[in-house]
């Protein structure tokens, strides 16, 4: 280990810090090689004073949310790789009888969500479940970027505060579900977003709105900024919480036919353009693998297409990060040759080579 590696990590906090970490172990498909430096800082400070560190000693900083939609290759990370714990929740006094709505500052994003629940593996809904909540009092409320969401949905529920419950059963913490702009359903995290503070690519504090985050599908600006998602302000509602109770819950029941070990869903759902040219009576990808490409029971070693939901590459045993990425790749080429569709893939790579990952260019 060179100098400059030594120096960060005596800069850093040891009762948190670890090396040649595996990744698996912080990833839910259970994949992963080793991170170098692995730092997992309790508070928005340690989080800062470490990238600040390691930025001016010129080390590569990865951050790894819950590792819920991200592969990580077998040779694994080099350089500080940080999983932010900070796990403050505040709501700010007071109700905001009259905000304007985010939608109007954001551009419209095109859900894609189209179920089949005649055909296929692909059986759950949501539209029973959804409700407008426009009409509602605001309330603001402050989390810190590390806070688990899971907690956080059930924590506000819990005081009366909704709209977070279309996200149930979704892992993650706040930064990787705004970096990401995750998705429940039909709704996306960018309704309910205020503004960010961010530490900048010259690690100043800056303060974003949420009208400035380039929100798309599965998108925000942070993917290619270089700035540090620190907290965030929410502006949620004052709702019903029997109601979002049950919502949440039920969300949850519905999804937990959705395989273990797995990354969630691998690629983005196609548009609706997309499906009438080609009559699918679903928007669904996990469709399309199952119905047309007929790939039920592939696998390449452990990494097997998953008979609960084909849109999921599930770990059935000691997968590779190779063998999972060949899945993905004989999906995307026989999709390609077959129909004439490029698949997007919704989950990050990190680790890889670019030759690794030419296919899905």
Same mark, same amino acid.
């Given at each position: 280990?060179?100098?400059?590696?030594?120096?960060?990590? @005596?800069s850093?906090?040891?009762s948190?810090?670890?090396?040649?970490?595996?990744?698996?172990?912080?990833?839910?498909?259970?994949?992963?090689?080793?991170?170098e430096?692995?730092?997992?800082?309790?508070?928005?400070?340690e =989080?800062?004073?470490? %990238?600040?560190?390691?930025?001016?000693l *010129?080390?590569?900083?990865?951050?790894?949310?819950?590792?819920?939609?991200?592969?990580?290759?077998?040779k694994g990370i080099?350089?500080l790789?940080?999983?932010?714990?900070?796990?403050?929740?505040k709501? #700010?006094?007071?109700?905001?009888?009259?905000?304007?709505? #985010?939608?109007?500052t954001?551009?419209?994003i095109?859900?894609?969500?189209?179920?089949?629940n005649?055909?296929?593996? $692909?059986k759950?809904?949501f539209?029973?479940?959804?409700? !407008?909540?426009?009409?509602?009092?605001?309330?603001?409320?402050?989390?810190?970027?590390?806070?688990?969401?899971?907690? /956080?949905?059930?924590y506000?529920i819990?005081?009366?505060?909704?709209?977070?419950?279309?996200?149930?059963?979704?892992?993650?913490?706040?930064?990787?579900?705004?970096?990401?702009?995750?998705?429940?359903?039909t709704?996306?995290?960018?309704?309910?977003?205020?503004?960010?503070?961010?530490?900048?690519?010259?690690?100043n504090?800056?303060?974003?709105?949420?009208?400035e985050?380039?929100?798309?599908?599965?998108k925000?600006? =942070?993917?290619?900024?270089?700035?540090?998602?620190?907290?965030?302000?929410?502006? #949620?509602?004052?709702?019903d919480?029997e109601?979002?109770k049950?919502?949440?819950?039920?969300?949850a029941?519905?999804?937990?036919?959705?395989?273990?070990?797995? #990354? *969630?869903?691998? $690629?983005? +759902?196609?548009? +609706?353009q997309? @499906?009438?040219?080609?009559?699918?009576p679903t928007?669904?990808?996990?469709?399309?693998?199952?119905?047309? &490409?007929?790939?039920?029971? $592939?696998?390449?070693n452990? /990494?097997? %297409?998953?008979?609960?939901?084909?849109?999921?590459i599930?770990?059935?045993g000691? /997968?590779? /990060?190779?063998?999972?990425?060949?899945?993905?790749?004989?999906?995307i080429?026989r999709?390609? !040759?077959?129909?004439? %569709?490029?698949?997007?893939p919704?989950?990050?790579? &990190? *680790?890889?080579?670019?030759?690794?990952?030419s296919?899905?260019?």
């Amino acid at each position: 280990m060179d100098n400059a590696k030594e120096k960060l990590i @005596k800069s850093l906090n040891p009762s948190n810090l670890k090396l040649n970490e595996p990744l698996s172990k912080h990833s839910t498909v259970r994949i992963g090689g080793p991170a170098e430096i692995w730092y997992e800082p309790q508070t928005t400070e340690e =989080f800062c004073n470490a %990238i600040k560190s390691a930025r001016e000693l *010129g080390i590569s900083i990865t951050i790894l949310g819950r590792g819920s939609n991200t592969l990580i290759s077998d040779k694994g990370i080099a350089g500080l790789i940080i999983r932010n714990a900070s796990k403050e929740i505040k709501i #700010l006094e007071g109700e905001i009888e009259k905000e304007e709505p #985010l939608k109007e500052t954001i551009d419209e994003i095109e859900a894609r969500w189209q179920s089949d629940n005649q055909k296929g593996t $692909f059986k759950y809904e949501f539209k029973d479940l959804d409700y !407008d909540e426009n009409n509602l009092p605001r309330i603001e409320v402050s989390l810190e970027s590390g806070v688990d969401m899971p907690f /956080a949905i059930n924590y506000l529920i819990d005081k009366g505060i909704t709209g977070l419950q279309w996200y149930s059963r979704i892992p993650g913490n706040l930064g990787g579900w705004i970096y990401n702009n995750v998705h429940g359903g039909t709704h996306f995290i960018n309704e309910v977003v205020k503004s960010v503070k961010v530490l900048d690519k010259t690690s100043n504090i800056q303060i974003l709105s949420g009208s400035e985050l380039a929100f798309e599908y599965d998108k925000s600006r =942070f993917q290619t900024s270089g700035e540090i998602i620190l907290e965030a302000n929410l502006l #949620l509602y004052k709702g019903d919480k029997e109601k979002a109770k049950y919502v949440a819950m039920e969300w949850a029941k519905r999804k937990s036919i959705q395989p273990p070990n797995s #990354l *969630g869903s691998i $690629f983005k +759902n196609i548009d +609706n353009q997309t @499906k009438e040219r080609l009559g699918y009576p679903t928007t669904a990808t996990g469709y399309i693998v199952e119905h047309v &490409l007929k790939m039920s029971g $592939f696998k390449i070693n452990d /990494a097997a %297409i998953s008979p609960k939901h084909h849109n999921f590459i599930e770990n059935t045993g000691n /997968a590779s /990060a190779k063998d999972y990425l060949e899945v993905i790749k004989t999906i995307i080429d026989r999709a390609k !040759d077959q129909i004439g %569709i490029n698949l997007k893939p919704e989950i990050f790579f &990190l *680790g890889f080579t670019s030759q690794e990952l030419s296919f899905l260019k």
